[in-house]
């Protein structure tokens, strides 16, 4: 199968307290060198607690943020100079509150339409006549096209927002929890018509959601990024049924089951660390059962975990099975 979409050491710093005509105060690595490929045709999850990276990831892949450093590559063409148009061609956005990201003073087939027109030039009779084959495919009636963002439910406010990024005929979709704001009831539907039309159309996603049972469920692979660092890769059955990185683990143990308490390590950190001051090792030392000396020292790489399917960012891996929380 071959690669859809290439990262290669892709990196994002925000400069704080820049003023004019001097350096800025501090630099903060929202995401730090980050090298992967993702197949055609694959779901990857990616998940982490809020403030590791999910999101400006996302847009740096998007174009909505450039990169510091590092190349994306989709189909083996860079993006770095690429037309916006054509970038915007092979890779769409799928934003988490679909209503938002709806302009309220456009009716639905203005929205529609803005792709069509900008990126595919197609003329008005082409225009409807793809928008009807869109809307079909979401499930969604024609007579929506007239109406406003703010008139719908979230649900289908979130199917717009599919088949808006399914009208530039983008094969790359990043779905940033893109179920999250809904009912449970709706969140399966939404989920059962991304699978249907990824099957249809031959789409690949990256679903991004703190949502693991989501992730668990719907993903091919799962990557794990904590403090804007990939530090676990691989089958989305491994990684929930014996994931290797100690934060992996803690993301498992974490989320919230009836009856159980939620996870909080005696005498460890439970936050992350300062992005202005980031310690020089390992970035989950402070708040890791396993931390030794070396983790303290020098940041681990991403490397192939021994006698293990996934790769993990740890000094020390877990063993399966192996139980260091709760």
Not at 37 to 42: H, I, L, M, Q, S
Not at 189 to 195: D, M, S, Y
């Amino acid at each position: 199968m071959s690669v859809a979409l290439k990262l290669e050491n892709l990196s994002k710093t925000f400069e704080v307290g820049k003023r004019l005509f001097r350096e800025p105060k501090a630099r903060v690595h929202a995401v730090r060198p980050v090298t992967l490929d993702v197949e055609e045709g694959e779901t990857l999850g990616i998940v982490g607690e809020s403030g590791c990276g999910k999101s400006t990831l996302a847009r740096l892949l998007v174009g909505l943020l450039p990169p510091s450093e590092g190349l994306i590559e989709i189909n083996g063409a860079k993006l770095d100079n690429a037309d916006p148009a054509e970038f915007g061609k092979k890779i769409q956005y799928v934003f988490q509150d679909p209503i938002s990201s709806l302009n309220p003073r456009k009716t639905i087939r203005q929205v529609m339409e803005a792709p069509l027109r900008h990126l595919h030039k197609m003329d008005k009779a082409a225009r409807d006549a793809r928008i009807s084959e869109i809307f079909a495919s979401v499930n969604l009636r024609e007579e929506f096209l007239e109406r406003y963002p703010h008139e719908f439910s979230g649900g289908q406010a979130q199917r717009i927002g599919i088949a808006r990024a399914l009208a530039a005929d983008a094969r790359i979709l990043i779905l940033d929890e893109p179920v999250s704001a809904l009912d449970v009831s709706v969140q399966a539907q939404v989920l059962n018509l991304l699978e249907r039309l990824k099957g249809e159309l031959g789409l690949t996603y990256l679903f991004i959601s703190h949502d693991l049972a989501v992730v668990e469920a719907i993903s091919t692979r799962v990557a794990v990024l904590y403090f804007g660092t990939l530090v676990e890769l691989g089958a989305a059955e491994d990684i929930f049924r014996a994931p290797r990185h100690p934060y992996t683990k803690l993301l498992a143990s974490s989320a919230p089951v009836v009856g159980r308490p939620l996870v909080n390590p005696e005498g460890k950190a439970t936050d992350l660390p300062d992005p202005l001051n980031p310690p020089p090792g390992c970035a989950f030392a402070a708040r890791c059962p396993k931390a030794t000396e070396i983790c303290r020292k020098a940041p681990p790489k991403l490397e192939a975990v021994e006698g293990g399917t996934q790769k993990a960012a740890c000094y020390h891996p877990l063993s399966e099975g192996e139980q260091i929380f709760g």
